[in-house]
Structures are given as structure tokens and as C-alpha cells.
């Protein structure tokens, strides 16, 4: 079946360094992706990774190992506004389309 | 350019009515997906739309039910509403076969309440 597990909810004061998990077991694999989403708002694309390795952007970098089927997101220099929830989603086939795969979303609480 | 825009914002209905959810898509967007998201959960795929046809489903009853006009636009259709489907209803929107990472667009989502 399908799996994506991270953990609940995390928290973090200001200027700190966090990193945010998630194990996947998918049929396939065709990318891993990042949002972030503030409560009542839509998800918004923050990263994404379908080679193993880091992808830097910013204050935001995500790092896949397809063979361990794990992924982290590593958000620097905490800000109060990055407290939202983050979602790890899977896109688990490479046809035009494919609906991704989401796992329950890690809250994360930045506190002063 | 308008985004993902997506109607109502917010309902209230009753145990066993119907309800139906729109969607229009970021402009140049030919497809059309929809998820469930449960208070405190991630989205779960429902159903995606193309070329007026559904190329994908998740694993949601024969309640839920979806249709694609000719401008691109959606709509989600719930029967015999549960108390279950009080969830945020999101309207994602995308070009089909463009895989790019960043081009997939949500809505703001509708807020459906079952009492």
C-alpha cells in the first residue's frame, strides 16, 4: 500500500534550526514535494526532490534518499511566520497527471 | 491572472443531503484535481479531471462524483452526506503532462460542515 508517515507536530524558537521527516513507501516513485499550509489557507509548493541529494532554496533546503524512501526539510533561521504545517507528498507514477500522495502534515509551532 | 478560485467558501448541511463544490483553474490549466482534507490530516486524492473525463481516482465511494465542462472548470458532487465528509474540499489545478514541480496550484478550499 500506500504510506507516508511524519511526525505530528514539532516545535522551535526563533533564529533555531529544524528539520522536518518523512518515510514514504509508494507503488512508485516520481518526485517528493513539500508544501507549506498556514491554517485555513491552501497548501503553497515550498520544495522538491526526485534525485537523491539536497536541494537549497533560501531558508528551505529538502534532501531525498530514494533508497531509505526518506526525505527531510530543513528550515533555518526559524521566523514566527513558519509556524504552518508542512506536508510531504508523493507523486508515485510518472504518467501525465498523477494525483500525489499526502502524508498528515507535521505542525510546527515557532516560538519567541 | 486569476489563481485557483474555488466556490463556496464555507457550508453547513444536513445528514444525508447533497452538495456540490466549484472550482475554476488558474488560467492556461487543463486539469483539474480535487482532495479531502480532514481537520488535522493531510489532503487525500479524490478524483482528477481531464479533457471532460475522470483519468484518476482515489479511494472514495460512488458518492462523490465529479464533472469537467468545456471552459476546464469542476465541480464535486457528495450524495447522502456523512458526518465523515466535514472536511476542507481542495481544488488543485494543473497543465496536463507538465510534470514540473512548481506548476500544481491549490485553492483556498471549501469548507463543508455536516451536522
Known amino acids: 500500500g500506500q504510506n507516508i508517515d511524519q511526525p505530528t507536530e514539532m516545535t522551535a524558537t526563533e533564529g533555531a534550526i529544524v528539520q522536518i521527516n518523512c518515510t514514504y513507501q509508494?507503488?512508485?516513485?516520481?518526485?517528493l514535494f513539500w508544501y507549506q499550509q498556514h491554517a485555513g489557507e491552501a497548501p503553497t509548493f515550498l520544495s522538491y526532490n526526485v534525485l537523491d541529494g539536497l536541494e537549497e532554496k533560501g531558508r528551505f533546503s529538502s534532501f531525498l534518499s530514494r533508497s531509505k524512501g526518506y526525505s527531510y526539510l530543513l528550515l533555518k533561521e526559524l521566523q514566527m511566520k513558519d509556524s504552518a504545517s508542512y506536508l510531504c507528498a508523493v507523486r508515485d507514477d510518472n504518467q501525465a497527471g498523477t494525483a500525489l500522495i499526502f502524508g498528515k502534515g507535521t505542525t510546527l509551532s515557532v516560538s519567541s | 491572472d486569476a489563481g485557483v478560485t474555488q466556490s463556496p467558501t464555507h457550508l453547513i448541511k444536513t445528514r444525508g443531503q447533497q452538495v456540490t463544490l466549484r472550482c475554476s483553474p488558474k488560467?492556461?490549466?487543463?486539469?483539474v484535481s480535487w482532495y479531502q482534507q480532514a481537520l488535522g490530516q493531510g489532503p487525500q486524492f479524490i478524483f482528477q479531471y481531464y479533457e471532460e473525463e475522470e483519468r484518476q481516482r482515489g479511494n472514495f465511494p460512488d458518492r462523490f462524483s465529479g464533472h469537467q465542462f468545456p471552459n476546464y472548470s469542476s465541480e464535486l458532487n457528495v450524495n447522502a452526506l456523512l458526518l465523515g465528509d466535514s472536511a476542507l474540499y481542495l481544488c488543485?489545478?494543473?497543465?496536463?503532462?507538465?510534470?514540473?514541480?512548481?506548476?500544481?496550484?491549490f485553492g483556498e478550499g471549501s469548507w463543508l460542515t455536516v451536522v
Open positions: 488543485a489545478s494543473s497543465l496536463w503532462g507538465d510534470s514540473r514541480p512548481n506548476t500544481i496550484y
Open positions: 509508494t507503488s512508485g516513485f516520481n518526485g
Open positions: 488560467s492556461g490549466h487543463d486539469t
